[in-house]
């Protein structure tokens, strides 16, 4: 540990970006996927109309 390079403003500032892009693309996978097992549960089921 003789030397730390801290990343630069810009490294920190896209990496930032992506963390919430993947955040927001996994946060709508997971609802979309919850969506659909959710309908098809409740169609095998018979529940619901």
Do not use: H, N
Not at 21 to 38: G, K, N, P, R
Request: proline share 2%; aromatic share 12%.
């Amino acid at each position: 540990m003789s030397k730390v390079t801290w990343p630069t403003r810009r490294e920190t500032t896209i990496t930032t970006v992506m963390v919430f892009l993947m955040v927001t693309f996994a946060t709508v996978f997971f609802f979309l996927a919850d969506q659909i097992m959710s309908q098809g549960v409740a169609l095998l089921l018979g529940i619901g109309g």
